[in-house]
T-cell receptor
């Protein structure tokens, strides 16, 4: 089966610009998560979708970040306007419906804000 | 909230030796502890996990131990090989948290020298 795919793999933008990251979960996985790793620090939870609904968005840093999952399939994470501190690697993960199911991560999008 | 500390941050071993990475957590209600391996340019890959009702779990050269009283868990890799070189992350999930709201350690960069 195809794994979690993320696009783009890299993005370099200037401060103040907008960037949209995309995640395609494993087919059939209702749970979709966004995480972020800032240079040298831990991987931090951003939010969790169950199908198209936001189950938990407690990790979203501020209102410059907007995540959507229309139709309960792929998800997008938009940063607008981007700030320098938004630089990092953004990971998407998905899991099946069971609470015992493990998370499968994508390869991430490396975002650099200059 | 939950806090996970991981040590060491870097670890260098000779091929064939064992490697041990340790993590401590703060929330005694945490009940799920996965370990992820991240190779360069890829996302974290689940290599082993343990739940709070088990003290030890093994999978070939990899084992994880959990001490609930002391609130720490460890990853043990025996007979290390160069392809084990990667960054390893421990994580914990607290009771009542989102199914995927994992709290990660900062990672350990393991280097296995031939």
């Amino acid at each position: 089966e195809a794994g979690v795919t993320q696009f783009p793999s890299h993005s370099v933008i200037e401060k103040g610009q907008t960037v949209t990251l995309r995640c395609d979960p494993i087919s059939g996985h209702d749970n979709l998560y966004w995480y972020r790793r800032v240079m040298g620090k831990e991987i931090k939870f951003l939010l969790h979708f169950v199908k198209e609904s936001k189950q938990d968005e407690s990790g979203m840093p501020n209102n410059r970040f907007l995540a959507e999952r229309t139709g309960g399939t792929y998800s997008t994470l938009k940063v607008q306007p981007a700030e320098l501190e938004d630089s990092g690697v953004y990971f998407c993960a998905s899991s099946a419906g069971s609470i015992l199911a493990p998370l499968h991560f994508g390869n991430g999008t490396r975002l650099t804000v200059t | 909230g939950e806090n996970v500390e991981q040590h060491p941050s870097t670890l260098s071993v000779q091929e064939g030796d064992s490697a041990v990475i340790k993590c401590t957590y703060s929330d005694s209600a945490s009940n799920y502890f996965p370990w992820y391996k991240q190779e360069l340019g890829k996302g974290p890959q689940l290599i082993i996990d343990i739940r709070s009702n088990v003290g030890e779990k093994k999978d070939q050269r990899i084992a994880v131990t959990l001490n609930k009283t002391a609130k720490h868990f460890s990853l043990h890799i025996t007979e290390t090989q160069p392809e084990d070189s990667a960054v390893y992350f421990c994580a914990a999930r607290g009771y009542g948290g989102s199914q995927g709201n994992l709290i990660f350690g900062k990672g350990t960069k393991l280097s296995v020298k031939p």
